[in-house]
């Protein structure tokens, strides 16, 4: 059956984008996803157990739900859809915005490693290395619903936030293009420092988006580049944590075949995870509960509601191989499926309606498509939707300062004559 839905799913795709005629669109992409990695499941098949029937179900049916939503929401004629994207121009009041926002990383990015080092030190006696040590403290950190108000956390959200502007914005010239690079590259940097792959990958897929966008088709180079940047930080962070059987003694060589093992498990495992929950209810307590987000935001100004911790127990998906991921189903399945199948085509719309915004250059609507299509991609992995409500919460609020506040004060301090549009 895997082989089934994984072609059915193909051919979903192949309609979305005649739907929208372009490959970019929210449910096209998310098709293509379901699609490669049921066929990826099939072709590994022997690696891990088998997944029944009802959770496939699951899988095709939430595409096609999502799918629904989207074609639903392309119906709709309150804007028009045009193939073209409305521009926005650079102003003086945002590029100087988007200079005081790399001025305010570059100052604050000592405090950040002086927080990280902190983090670390919350889990000296756990961690076997400063990379596992530095994981777990930030896992204490971030499960600590008294940690209070703390301005460290927000660093790395505003990081990628700047990046992916600074990228949407740049439109040529040495000195835009010098703080292009350098934007990125902090956003980069303090994605490194935090150990965080997933971070780096909301980057990196960010960055993919808006070039996607901005050139109408997918950005090839680029996503070339940022694969090969993930699968080097995959590996050095599989090493140096000594995951699926990995050695941090061992030379590359050595470590080559867990390393591959490793990213198979993290690709699939997930799937096979969620299988084994739908066929065993109860048998893994619901973390990822979406009202999460909110009691974390909620608890950090003195609320005391209820804040689970985001990890989840581990589950066998092979002999010898476990994981505690179970893709973007489970904090719905708990609901019923008719319940899940309407969040999807909830989802399917919403992420359309940014779609369609995004495409015609509104700068909120292209940084949240980044993080749209770092979900779907995620998809197969764990539920990044919801998850993120906080980053789309900072990027509305970057967006307001930088291209509503930023413009007024900037015409208050100078004449009207030295203002560009």
């Known amino acids: 059956m895997l082989i089934l839905a994984g072609l059915f799913l193909l051919a979903l ?14 449910p096209c992409v ?20 088998p997944v029944g029937a009802e959770s496939i179900f699951y899988f095709v049916s939430g595409a096609v739900a999502f799918s629904i939503g989207g074609l639903a929401m392309l119906a709709l004629h309150f804007h028009p859809f045009p193939r073209e994207r409305r521009e926005y121009r650079n102003s003086s009041a945002i590029s100087l915005g988007l200079d005081i926002g790399l001025f305010v990383l570059v100052v604050c990015f000592p405090l950040y490693l002086r927080y990280m080092r902190y983090a670390a030190s919350l ?7 400063s990379a596992e040590q530095l994981r777990r403290g930030s896992m204490l950190l971030a499960n600590d619903p008294n940690r209070g108000l703390r301005f460290e956390p ?22 835009r293009r010098w ?20 971070e780096l990958m909301v980057l990196l897929i960010g960055l993919a ?40 003694g061992a030379s590359f060589s050595q470590n080559l075949p867990a390393v591959a093992t490793g990213l198979l498990a993290y690709a699939l495992g997930g799937i096979v995870a969620f299988d084994h929950y739908i066929n065993n209810p109860g048998s893994v307590e619901n973390g990822w509960k979406l009202s999460k987000p909110i009691a974390r935001i909620a608890n950090r100004f003195g609320a005391d509601m ?13 002999p010898g191989r476990e994981t505690n991921v179970y893709t973007v189903y489970f904090p719905f399945h708990e609901d019923g499926l008719p319940m899940t199948l309407f969040s999807f085509a909830l989802l399917g719309a919403f992420s359309t309606l940014v779609f369609r915004y995004a495409r015609r250059g509104h700068p909120l609507a292209v940084v949240c498509y980044g993080f749209i299509l770092y979900g779907i991609l995620m998809s197969v992995f764990a539920e990044e939707f919801f998850a993120r409500m ?12 930088l291209y509503a506040v930023c413009p007024r004060v900037f015409r208050l301090l100078l004449p009207p004559r030295e203002v560009t549009s």
Request: a positive charge; hydrophobic letters at 55%; glycine letters at 4%.
């Open 154 to 175: 927000s660093l790395l959200p505003f990081s990628i936030i700047f990046a992916l502007l600074a990228y949407h914005e740049y439109r040529g010239g040495p000195l």
């Open 209 to 248: 988006a808006v070039a996607w966008l901005r050139h109408g088709k997918l950005p090839r180079r680029l996503l070339a580049v940022a694969t090969a940047v993930f699968l080097v930080v995959f590996t050095v962070n599989q090493i140096s944590l000594e995951k699926m059987d990995a050695q941090a």
């Open 13 to 26: 795709a192949a309609l979305n984008f005649r739907c929208a005629r372009s490959w970019a669109y929210p």
């Open 30 to 49: 998310y098709a293509i996803v379901w699609s490669f990695a049921l066929l990826l499941l099939w072709i590994f098949r022997d690696a891990f157990f």
């Open 306 to 318: 209820d804040e689970p911790s985001r990890h989840l127990i581990f589950t066998e998906i092979s």
């Open 123 to 129: 889990a000296l006696s756990a961690g076997k290395n």
């Open 179 to 198: 703080r292009t690079c350098a934007t990125v590259l902090l956003g980069f940097l303090y994605a490194i420092a935090t150990e965080a792959r997933s």
């Open 390 to 401: 906080s980053l789309y919460a900072k990027a509305g609020v970057i967006v307001i300062l």
